[in-house]
C-alpha cells in the first residue's frame, strides 16, 4: 500500500483515494482493519465529545472548528494571506494560547459560545429579569459585608463553566438575597466555596475556583479573593466577593480586581456588563446583519 502512494507531488485528492480503493480491492482482508480503524477513531471522538461537552474545553473547541471553517473558506477562495496566517496559527498558535496564555484561549471561547439569542433580540426579553436578579445579589453582598461574612459569587456569562458547577453541591435554585446569606452562614456545609449563578438561578454551592498566582494579588488579599481574580481569568465571569475580616465588597472581572465598591456601583458593573455591553453588542451585530440582507435583496 505504501508504494503506490508516493507518486509525487502532482498527486492529488482523488488519486489518492482510487489507489486506497484499488489496494482494498487487490486486499480484502485490509478492508476489515479499515472497518476496525474507523470504528476506534469513532469511538475516540465520542469519548472526548463526553468529556468535554460540559466544560470551558468545549466552547474552546468549537471556538477552533470555527477558526478551521474559516481557514478552509480562505483556502476555496484563494485568500492568499488569510489563509498563510490562519494556517500558520493553527499550525503554532494553538498550543501556545492554549497552554500559556489565559486570556487568548478566553477569546477561542467565545468564538464558539452561543450567541443565538442575541442575534435575534431575545436578550431585551430578560432585560429586566437579569436586573432583578442582580440587585438580589446587590442586597445579599451587602447584608453579609454588615455581618462581616465571607462571601465568594460567581456570575456566569457568555463562557459556560459547567466543570466549574460540577465540583459545588448542586441546588438549581431561584435567586433571592436570603437563600444567598444563608449559604454562607459559618460553619454550614456550603458555606465554604463559591456560589455559582447560572441561566438566572443558582446552579451551585461550595464550588472550587482556579486561583491566581501570587504575582497577579496583594499578599494581604486571601483565598477568596484570589480564587475570584483566578475564575474573571480564565473565563468572562465576573465575580463578586465579600471579606471576612473587613466585610468590604470587591468584584473581580477580566483578572482584575475592583476592591471595596459601595451597593449602586456594584450594581451599575454588574448591569453595565452582563445587559448593557451585551445589548450594544447585540445592537451592532443586529445592524450588520440588516445591511446584509438588505444587500442581498438589492442584488437579486
Known sequence: MGSNFVNGP???LADIITLYAQELYANPSRFILLIIDISL?????????????????WQLLKGITLIIIVMALSSALHLTILNYILTSFMTYGVVLVVLFQPELRRSLEELGSNKLTRFFGLDKDIEAKTKEEIYK?????FELSRERTGALIV????????????????LD???SPQLLVNIFVPKTPLHDGAVVISGGRIKAAACMLPLAGDKDIARELGTRHRAAIGISKESDAIAVVVSEETGKVSIAKDGVLI???????????LISNLITKRNISQTAKTRNAVKEKLKEKKEN
Not at 155 to 170: F, Q
Open 41 to 57: 477513531v469513532i469511538l475516540i471522538f465520542i469519548k472526548l465529545f463526553k468529556i468535554v461537552k460540559d466544560s470551558r474545553a
Open 173 to 175: 435554585a431561584e435567586i
Open 155 to 170: 456570575l456566569e456569562r457568555d463562557i459556560e463553566i459547567k466543570d466549574i458547577i460540577s465540583t459545588g453541591v448542586a
Open 259 to 269: 476592591a471595596d465598591v459601595k451597593e449602586e456601583t456594584l450594581k451599575k458593573i
Open 10 to 12: 502532482a498527486m492529488n
Open 137 to 141: 445579589v446587590a442586597i445579599a453582598a
